[in-house]
């Protein structure tokens, strides 16, 4: 008989302590436990013009709390449920910002935000909006407002140190074109300015870009840099739209030796983001001379997309996904509806 190894909790498989089971979401906030706090997998903060609100998800299952301005001092800090998934959460209407207590989720407190989106074009980003020391923790940070200014972008780059994800549709000031080129991954919807000299130095992992002043050329150079392995050591997926095309499609590959797709060397799907899955069965392959690194180099429609595999067999997103090709229409690739 083999040994017996005892377990905490008891919760053993061969010797070893088995996973602690994931509890079922409930359809009511009500019947969530403090214990489950360790299972919240995101929480996001919108501040928007018409009502802040605070979202969280639990085994797949989203719960949310409006944050209500009152006048009533019986209703600041009450906590009110709307419906099983759906609760208010009153403060007062003179509170300075956001000014967040960061309500309990019933028993259930929140201690910390993942993702902040700015939507509010009236409030400036800034300590008299944002003023507890949790949202600056968050990893991801949006600003969907019409524009943003420089002592804004400051603010964000201060006091959000741990930003990975950085995704502006605002205009930017010139002078702060790259402001965020070197976060890991980034989604912008001006990028007129940006120029080859920028892109050239970017440490991002993923980029995207919907409207430019860059030509083809320009990107070709920038991938034959690449090639050479001068430039985008971190890169695997850049996508620009709205290219100046002063070179055709048909040429953008001449001279590189390129490879068709084959099922045996690489996967058919490219995951460019956590929701967009693009196929690359039609698609052409390079090598990079040093390491035959692969990537594929796709030039169509004004649209530039470069997609290395640092896996070749890469795994598919687990929550869904939309695949799209190269006759897709952008606006299933560049939505406000995105999960980050």
């Known amino acids: 008989m083999g040994n017996f190894l005892c377990c905490p909790g008891g919760r053993c498989l061969n010797g070893r302590i088995a996973p602690e089971p994931r509890p079922e979401a409930a359809d009511d906030l009500d019947f969530l436990k403090p214990e489950d706090a360790k299972w919240i997998t995101a929480v996001k903060l919108t501040i928007s013009d018409d009502q802040d609100k605070l979202e969280a998800s639990l085994s797949d299952k989203n719960y949310t709390i409006n944050i209500v301005r009152t006048e009533d001092p019986g209703k600041m800090r009450l906590l009110e449920k709307k419906s099983p998934a759906t609760w208010v959460y009153y403060i007062n209407c003179n509170a300075p910002g956001v000014l967040f207590y960061f309500p309990p989720l019933v028993d259930l407190e929140i201690r910390r935000v993942d993702a902040v989106e700015f939507k509010d074009l009236a409030r400036t980003i800034g300590p008299d909006l944002v003023n507890y020391y949790e949202i600056f923790n968050a990893h991801t940070v949006s600003i969907t407002k019409e524009s943003v ?13 741990r930003i990975q994800r950085f995704k502006v549709t605002a205009t930017l000031p010139r002078e702060e074109i790259n402001f965020s080129l070197n976060y890991m991954e980034v989604k912008m919807f001006d990028g007129r300015g940006i120029t080859m000299d920028d892109l050239r130095g970017i440490q991002c992992t993923r980029l995207e870009i919907h409207d430019t002043d860059l030509k083809a050329s320009e990107l070709k150079e920038l991938v034959y840099s690449w090639f050479k392995a001068e430039c985008w050591q971190n890169l695997q997926c850049l996508v620009i739209r709205h290219v100046n ?32 899955v693009f196929d690359c069965s039609e698609e052409k392959d390079i090598k990079r001379l040093n390491d035959e690194q692969v990537a594929t180099v796709i030039f169509h429609k004004n649209t530039f997309r470069f997609y290395v595999w640092k896996e070749l067999l890469p795994q598919m997103p687990r929550n869904g996904f939309t695949t799209v090709n190269r006759d897709a229409p952008n606006y299933l690739e560049f939505s406000e509806g995105e999960t980050w």
């Not at 200014?149 to 140190?161: D, G, N, V």
């Not at 002063?246 to 797709?261: C, E, M, N, V």
């Open 245 to 276: 095309a002063d070179i055709p499609s048909d040429q953008f590959l001449r001279g590189y030796k390129t490879f068709t797709w084959k099922e045996t060397k690489r996967g058919r799907y490219f995951v460019q983001d956590e929701n967009i």
């Open 149 to 161: 200014t420089s002592e804004e972008l400051e603010f964000i780059r201060e006091r959000f140190p």
